[in-house]
């Protein structure tokens, strides 16, 4: 890649980054300076600010801890130190995390699995591996409306595996499926705002995918559903 390009990428990405943080910090502040202004006379309006505070502080965190795990995936070329990982037990303990969330939302959450078991063990980062399956999962529960299924299909030959999570939410246009792994993107942003999103879940998954000489896939319909599928070669 020339220089000029690189530059302007990283150019670009600090200004998505302080466009990023400003937005939660501006709210913080004003959070405070009202809650100040509220303490001594309105006690309830009082309670409401400082929860608010809480929750903008929580996704100023969060988005963060997303950007420091993006900046390390982005600065390891593959796995610095692969152990052997079991990526069943890896997708075993994500989906067993999630399952309060999804049925919380009445949300059936199923695991399938094609293959030995013997089958799931690969050269990797588990730490990296639960991250990239945690946002496909939170992906489908967040995008995913009430009533909704959600199956994660796990397959094996022992040369690849594969892992598909297919849910039946909003999904995703078309046009819009070539830009869906970038940095900061996000289909409908007024909306992503609502679900505390920052649009860096997919691009930690694409790295993580390549990391692992892997990659993932995405096929989608609008109003009917997505299917994210991850491909990771077991040698
Ligand atoms: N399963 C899905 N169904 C429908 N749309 C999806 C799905 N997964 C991702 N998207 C769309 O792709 C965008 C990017 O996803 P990504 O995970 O990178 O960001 P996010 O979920 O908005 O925020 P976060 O950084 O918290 O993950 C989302 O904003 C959403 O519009
Ligand atoms: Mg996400």
Redesign the pocket.
Same mark, same amino acid.
């Given at each position: 890649m020339d220089i000029n390009r690189l530059n302007k990428i990283r150019r670009d990405f600090v200004a998505n980054v302080s466009h990023e943080l400003k937005t939660p910090a501006t709210s913080l502040q004003l959070l405070a300076d009202s809650l100040v202004e509220t303490l001594d006379d309105d006690p309830e309006q009082a309670r409401v600010f400082a929860s608010q505070l809480k929750s903008e502080t929580g996704r100023l965190s969060r988005l963060i801890t997303d950007l420091l795990d993006l900046a390390r995936l982005e600065s390891e070329e593959g796995v610095t130190n692969p152990k052997p990982v079991d990526v069943r037990s890896v997708l075993m303990v994500v989906l067993s995390r999630m399952r309060q969330t999804a049925r919380h939302k009445d949300i059936s959450l199923l695991w399938r699995r094609y293959g030995e078991s013997a089958l799931y063990t690969i050269e990797g980062d588990e730490t990296q591996l639960t991250s990239m399956f945690t !946002?496909l999962v939170? !992906?489908a529960v967040?995008y995913t409306p009430p009533g909704g299924r959600i199956e994660v299909t796990g397959s094996s030959d022992g040369e690849e595996i594969e892992v598909r999570v297919a849910d039946t939410g909003i999904g995703v246009p078309q046009e819009k499926l070539p830009r869906l792994f970038e940095r900061f993107y996000r289909v409908d942003k007024a909306r992503s705002k609502e679900t505390g *999103?920052t649009g860096l *879940?997919?691009s930690i998954v694409r790295h993580v995918a390549e990391n692992h000489g892997g990659r993932v896939t995405v096929e989608s319909t609008p109003g009917e559903g997505s299917t994210f599928t991850v491909y990771l070669p077991c040698t």
């Open positions: !946002n939170d !992906n967040k *999103g *879940g997919l």
